[in-house]
Nanobody, 119 residues
Framework: QVQLVESGGGLVQAGGSLRLSCSASGSIVSINTMGWYRQAPGKQRELVAAFTSGGTTDYADSVKGRFIISRDNAKNTVYLQMNSLKPEDTAVYYC?????????????WGQGTQVTVSS
């Protein structure tokens, strides 16, 4: 099992910044990918940014140039720096970890953290 604890959400005005953190603990070996998703009311959960299995980064088009994903391997933590926030970025943000073990994929989600951007 992998436990994910997120922090850093909140209320911010448009144009402002927030940084989200996600710390992983438990069975953290064999982590394949780690990233952030978000879900706005009435919408499907969507990828925001992630580290791929090849170690590169992947971003949603809507956040490119504004959000930066980073990680601290020593702390088993992934961050999402969100700049130039827009009201349409308002959503619950979830951390996701995927483990690949014996050719099986295990997906873990954090509890979610609310980000609200006021206009």
């Amino acid at each position: 099992q992998v436990q994910l604890v997120e922090s850093g959400g909140g209320l911010v005005q448009a144009g402002g910044s927030l940084r989200l953190s996600c710390s992983a603990s438990g069975s953290i070996v064999s982590i394949n990918t780690m990233g952030w998703y978000r879900q706005a009311p009435g919408k499907q959960r969507e990828l925001v940014a992630a580290f791929t299995s090849g170690g590169t980064t992947d971003y949603a088009d809507s956040v490119k140039g504004r959000f930066i994903i980073s990680r601290d391997n020593a702390k088993n933590t992934v961050y999402l720096q969100m700049n130039s926030l827009k009201p349409e970025d308002t959503a619950v943000y979830y951390c996701q970890v995927v483990r690949l073990l014996l050719s099986k994929k295990y997906i873990y989600w954090g509890q979610g953290t609310q980000v609200t951007v006021s206009s």
